[in-house]
């Protein structure tokens, strides 16, 4: 079964990218996304289209196969950035939204799982090609909260990072992401990673697909 949002056969894909692209033409104004992300994904769907339909002529040749296969490769490539940078966790999109684009509903977090809802502290500390992040839960009073403990019905926190030379203007740049059961959580670098810039976000999860939160997105310069 597959359970990919994007779908796999050309023909259903062509009937469901028309749509996310429609829809994302239609709302990124609401959704509060740059117009030239927007453009970039129109632009994609547009060379998917035109290479969709010279294969679809009975005498299409190899070139024309290939065309429309490189062509399905970028628009799906860029698909997967467009979600991850400006839908996936955007709070503009609704619902209702992410049902009028065909994409997985959020689950909601259940009462049980209240201990997701706590904020995630951190502190960061450093040796020599190494970044050592503890994470911890954040006190809603100001009263610090002692030890690295995680909120009750918390298995541990998943952590998105990336090396960058910008700091990232959202979480979808952060393309690694790792899983951590106990504080700290350590990277480790190679010698060619030193002086660069680690940026990383974290959040609760129960281990399953239920998650928290993401805090704010820190840095770390690796020594």
Known sequence: MNTDYIPSKDEEFNVWAANYNNQAQLNGVRWVIPGAATDILNALHGRWQSAWENYLFPDHGTPTTTAKTEARKNFDTGIRLFYNTHIRFNT???????????????????????????????????????????????SRTGVPVKGHHKPAGV??????????????????????AITCTRSPYRFTFGEEDRGKTLYFCIRWTNGTDR???????FSAFIP
């Open 155 to 176: 298995n541990g926190a998943e952590i998105w990072w990336a090396i960058l030379d910008h700091h990232p203007a959202a979480i979808g740049e952060m393309i690694h």
């Open 211 to 217: 998650v928290g939160d993401w805090s704010e997105i």
């Open 92 to 138: 503009a999109v609704t619902a209702l939204d992410r049902s009028n684009m065909r994409l997985p509903i959020l689950p909601a977090v259940p009462a049980g799982d209240t201990g997701l809802a706590e904020g995630v502290g951190v502190s960061i500390s450093a040796a020599l090609r190494q970044i050592s992040v503890y994470f911890f839960q954040k």
